[in-house]
Every structure is written in structure tokens, then in C-alpha cells.
């Protein structure tokens, strides 16, 4: 039985890891630390094929049907025990 890809699924956002400049630009321009940022377990299924450790931060692309606009929401990878 192939393994579902979840990540491909209509309903899941598009999910991408900052690199550390721009983790460092993100901190600056909210004026904000790590640990302030909303989290997401490294074990999270929308994030699993990405290779993200604990610390590293993953910015979520939703859109807006409605709105027509993009919308990016960012959390904190911590770890999922």
C-alpha cells in the first residue's frame, strides 16, 4: 500500500522552513523571540517531509478564497514527546 503524501492534500497549507536569515528578519520586524512564536510539533503530519529540527521555524501560506488575499503564519518547531 503506497503512503499518503498529506502535504499534497487540497485542505493542508502550503508549509516551508525559514532559513536562519530569515528567522533573524522575522524576530526583528515583529519584534519577538523564539519562544513567543506559536509552536508546532516536529512530529506534525503537514510537516514531516520537511527534515526540520527543533528550533527552526516554518512559515504556513494560507489563502483566502474570500479575501483574495495570502496570509502567512509562522510557528516554532519544538519537539512532539
Avoid: C, W
Amino acid at each position: 500500500m503506497d503512503e499518503i503524501n498529506i502535504q499534497k492534500h487540497i485542505l493542508v497549507s502550503e508549509h516551508t522552513k525559514l532559513s536562519d536569515s530569515e528567522k533573524k528578519e522575522l524576530l526583528e520586524k515583529y519584534n519577538v523571540s523564539l519562544v513567543q512564536l506559536p509552536k508546532i510539533f516536529k512530529n506534525d503530519a503537514a510537516i514531516k517531509n520537511l527534515d526540520l529540527k527543533v528550533g527552526d521555524v516554518v512559515k504556513i501560506k494560507r489563502n483566502s478564497p474570500t479575501a483574495g488575499e495570502e496570509f502567512y503564519f509562522y510557528r516554532l518547531v519544538i519537539d512532539g514527546k
